[in-house]
């Protein structure tokens, strides 16, 4: 059974930073797409971030590229969105999530593309 356990969340001032941390266990990340999303209240849950399979390639929204990294350590099985410059708008409950098969990176954009889903970690910027 894979396990998502995401951390790092807080309040944070606006134009601060943040680093959450998302720890899997069950399963190694390695091969598996990973994301990140988030909820905002009254809103949807949206794509953030995605890292390859292959860990080579990444992706972001519009509104966080230039201020936000995804990345991995696989020794730690862990994943990471570091999130700098930040801004209320930022304010939600964030979600990791990697896929149940390997080796693809279709729609890594669609939250029906990942199997497995953190319990969430909110973030909140105040201005």
């Known amino acids: 059974q894979v396990q998502l356990l995401e951390s790092g969340g807080g309040l944070v001032q606006a134009g601060g930073s943040l680093r959450l941390s998302c720890a899997a266990s069950g399963r190694p990340f390695t091969y598996y797409g990973t994301g990140w999303f988030r909820q905002a209240p009254g809103k949807e849950r949206e794509f953030v971030s995605a890292?390859?399979?292959?860990?080579?390639?990444?992706y972001y929204t519009d509104s966080v590229k230039g201020r936000f990294t995804i990345s991995g350590d696989n020794a730690k099985n862990t994943v990471y969105l570091q999130m700098n410059s930040l801004k209320p708008e930022d304010t939600a409950v964030y979600y990791c999530?990697?896929?149940?098969?390997?080796?693809?990176?279709?729609?890594?954009?669609?939250?029906?593309?990942?199997?497995?889903w953190g319990q969430g970690t909110q973030v909140t910027v105040s201005s």
């Open positions: 890292m390859s399979w292959s860990a080579e390639l990444t």
């Open positions: 999530a990697t896929r149940g098969t390997r080796y693809s990176d279709k729609d890594y954009y669609a939250e029906r593309s990942y199997a497995y």
